[in-house]
């Protein structure tokens, strides 16, 4: 069987409620892309069916995880909309190297006690991974309602872990999500990009 035939069998026997996580999920991604406001509608929506499905999974941080996220969907829709003004969204930035480099360490030493504990204490799959994802994903979605340019490129790698290991707890259909959203990635820097260029031309 092709890797194609394994994902398309996989998908037709997946769950409505993931289906609908899945679509909501790719939604938020591209509006998100657009700088839309609505993105927020669909990351709750998404997020919240997420919370249960990765319980089951038995992905706890991960569960937690999108936890944050229901959470952050209204804090991003509230800067983002008090952001606006003249029709004109908030403006795309960036912040300094040292600021990224600092928040890296801090992740790496949490992920690893996170790590631990889950070791000890639970029958977590893939801990030390599920908790490095966790955090720099936590980190990542504060960043995009911030509407910081590097978000993007903590996304390229949580998602690339991310889809490796829900196709090894058999949500096939939710890896085929993040694959998704690798290749979509790139289209969100550069869009952004040119969107803060054309931003800080205005000003001047």
């Known amino acids: 069987m092709t890797l194609f035939e ?3 069998e996989q998908a037709r026997a997946q769950s409505i409620p993931e289906v609908i996580a899945v679509i909501a999920a790719v939604l938020y991604l591209v509006l998100a892309i657009r700088e839309h406001i609505a993105c927020w509608f669909f990351a709750a929506l998404s997020t919240a069916i997420y919370v249960w499905l990765f319980i089951e ?7 937690i995880l999108n936890g944050f996220y229901l959470v952050m969907a209204g804090y991003g829709y509230f800067v983002w909309r008090s952001g606006q003004s003249d029709g004109r969204n908030s403006p795309v930035v960036t912040w300094p190297l040292k600021t990224h480099l600092s928040v890296i360490a801090m992740i790496i030493a949490i992920s690893a006690v996170n790590g631990y504990l889950l ?15 966790t955090w720099s994903a936590i980190w990542a979605t504060f960043l995009v309602a911030r509407k910081v340019l590097e978000n993007w490129w903590y996304w390229l790698l949580i998602d690339i872990a991310s889809a490796f290991i ?26 952004w990009t ?6 800080q031309s205005e000003i001047r």
Do not use: H, N
Request: aromatic share 16%; hydrophobic share 45%.
């Open 119 to 133: 070791t000890k204490y639970s029958d977590a799959a893939f801990p030390y991974v599920d908790s490095l994802t």
């Open 166 to 191: 829900y196709w090894s707890r058999d949500l096939q259909l939710t890896s085929l999500l993040f694959a998704v959203y690798v290749c979509m990635i790139p289209f969100g820097i550069i869009i």
């Open 6 to 8: 394994t994902i398309l």
């Open 194 to 199: 040119q969107s803060m260029r054309e931003q």
């Open 57 to 63: 999974a038995r992905l706890y941080m991960e569960s």
